[in-house]
């Protein structure tokens, strides 16, 4: 009844009507069409928050683990509950359609984005985002999985030509968005990369297989096409031609109202040069997706936001500990016992500056913020007193110097020299300097200043009382004409011309022009930023500040002297903005900054040392084997520190198990490539990814893809399995049994890898085929039942176009992480062929 209703609908719009809704009308909304009902569709960036129409650090968003966190968790219930609370903050920002999950994968880990991602898996990946997407969209609110597809790095994303294997595409790159649209995700992203030479919006992959509809040239007939019958949008302005990508299956260029398609495609429909059928569908599909969220017809009743039984906090304090991988516990460092504890050293810079999310598009602004510090002074302070009843002492000190990269002004040591509260004050000026507006901002970085006409500068000043004396490093980001000023003397003005098109540079993070100045520490000095407002130039200004270089050697005695003193101490470190964040890949995988070193010389202060890595995704450890306690906390989201603290102190079990493997060094990684030849990057290493890459190198990683510690210990009893399947899309059912042989009860994520020896096929040595977690207490027998769905025995076969089995036998191995795998058994595939037309990726996932 509803595909009837849209095909009345169309019916009362003439071709011009069509084509109009078919562009943005802003950079995140639609256009309404009164004459059917139709509403704008609000979008937003996550993964991990919703940030909504507007980029203001004084309309604050909640704030999740990072993506990698959450596969950490190998917790489909978990990433659904998080789903739907994103739904819930969705609602309150008037957001129809979330702009996540992202289900590219961990190719390279010199990936810079890969915080966004959730794995190197496709199964893992396709798992974590179906709960992500049902989480999402049954609180209302559309996800929209991207980038699709093989948009698995960031140097030269926007015109990059991925060269990759039908194979390994089928099996690995596409998986996960398959697996999203058959649970029936309502929006797909089109990413900005080409694929085999053709450019995403314009790619056939957008009609076969994604909508199942039209082969795909010189492959044979269409088989296995998904049938999504949901909303292709554009990555940010990745729609660049007129033609190509109007006869594709793109559906929506966003953002508007500016597009190759707003300036010519109701000529070119007019002209004949599109029939006019491809629109219908377009819109039909637009359609299809308002109705799904409540914008199109009769407005839906006001849903109140689904709030967690146990609240909104809780839930993220939970996901912490979930998320957070256990790596090392040599001699049961960890949990810690306040009541044997006096003085707790803490140690490290991102123990006070916990990077909570990685950065680009898509980050959000927290209400607020717990560091690890204060989740440790937190706990210890609500500890049972000890019989002397004393709490134990807490001390920090960084270690390293202050980081020596400009920082948006902080409101702590800042104030607007207006109405003086902390913040700066931000003016927009007309074209004889003439204030045309004025507000009050609490941060320096200005990603979004108000539109005002005749606007011509936007300048921000403030009143700044630095905490300390010397050389202290001023900048200003953004792009055209620039000046900064302290105590009315000039230090820079100059035209800095744009020379990117990179959208995230441009608009969100653009790079700082930088000069020194000698500031008293709490003596006020007034500087003044402003920017001129040209056309092309983006809309960001960011004035930033780095304190004086501190003293490294100094620094690093300090942090010894404190672990020397101390019963145990605790080291947080982790990557920076620069290291890890949206529009480039990373230069290497060592941790920035000489926290090497530190950690290196707290272990050898106090035998009792524990390290958090604070990292969106893997990072070099040469020291791993020198500390007795490793955690690995990946961006932990707002409530960073209660959760870790709840790991550290025995509360929470630390439930994370890698969703990637990490390596000791960077020149042992198999795979690691992300800079393109000639404008293309070839994935010549085939289906062999991850683990898979490793396995196949016959080397030995630091520590394997699903490894993870909790705070007990399991034996791996038995395992049974059938002794033959067919080779049409039967799956396989394996039940391991188990024991909790340790002192607590917990948790375990029991993982399952096929292996086949003797085959025709390059096949990966082994690979995750499915598991399942399971609980006992200390002493209990568990059985987990692993579901293994037929793909887990197939290939995908590029000549016949579809997946195909092999006979003979396969080895099924299970076990606590792709290289700890106790146990195995065989099956036999007792006939060959191609699998049933209705066996799915979805079947994978049951």
Known sequence: MAEDETGRLLEKLDIGQKVRLLTGASNWRTYAEPAVGLRPLTMSDGPSGVRGETWDERRTSLVLPSPTALAASWDEELVRELGGLLAAEARRKGVQVLLAPTLNLHRSPLGGRHFECF??????????GVA????????????TAKHFVANDAETDRLHVDVRVTERALRELYLAPFEAAVEAGVWAVMSAYNKVNGVTMSASPLLEWPLKGDRPLPGNGPVQGGWGFDGLVVSDWGAVRSLLGSARSGQDLAMPGPESPWAAGL???????LIDEARIDDKVRRLLRLARHVGALGEPPPVRRPLTPPTGERAVLRRAVAAGTVLLRNERGALPLDPA????VAVIGPRATAVRIQGGGSAEVFPSSVVTPLEGIEAALREAPLRGAGDRAEVTYTPGVPPDTHPRPLDPAWTRDPRDGEPGVLVRLLDADGAELHAEHRLSGRIVEPARVAGAVTVEIRALVRPPESGSWTLGVGGWGLISLSVDGRTLLSGEFPLDSDDPTRIHVSPPYRCVRAELTEGVESEVVARRRLDSGTGVATLLAAAPPPGDAPSALAAAVAAARAADVAVVVVGTTEESESEGRDRESLALPGGQD?????????????????NSGGPVALPWHREVPALLLTWFPGQEAGHGLADVLFGRAEPGGRLPTTWALAEEDVPVLGTRPRDGRLPYEEGVHIGHRAWLRAGAEPAYW??????Y?????????????????????????RLRNTGPRRGREVVQVY????????????????????????????AVATVRLAARALAHWSADGGRWETEPGAFTLLAGSSAGELPLSTTVTVVASGPLAPDTSMESALR
Not at 132 to 143: E, I, M, R, Y
């Open 119 to 128: 794995s190197e898996d496709p199964l893992l990946t396709a798992r974590t």
């Open 132 to 143: 992500f997407v049902k989480g999402v969209q049954q609180g209302g609110v559309a996800a």
């Open 266 to 272: 109701l000529a070119a429909v007019t002209a004949g």
């Open 340 to 343: 044997r504890l006096r003085r």
């Open 597 to 613: 070193a530190l950690v290196r010389a707290v272990a050898r202060a106090n035998p009792r040392t524990v390290v958090l890595v």
């Open 705 to 710: 893809f699903g490894h993870g510690l909790g």
């Open 712 to 736: 007990t210990t399991w034996a791996y009893e038995g395992m049974e399995a059938p002794r033959a399947v067919a080779g049409d899309g039967a799956g396989v059912d394996v039940r391991i």
């Open 754 to 781: 096929v292996a086949r020896a003797d085959t025709t096929v390059d096949r990966p040595v082994r690979a995750l085929a499915g598991y399942a977690a399971v609980e006992a207490g200390p002493g209990e027998e």
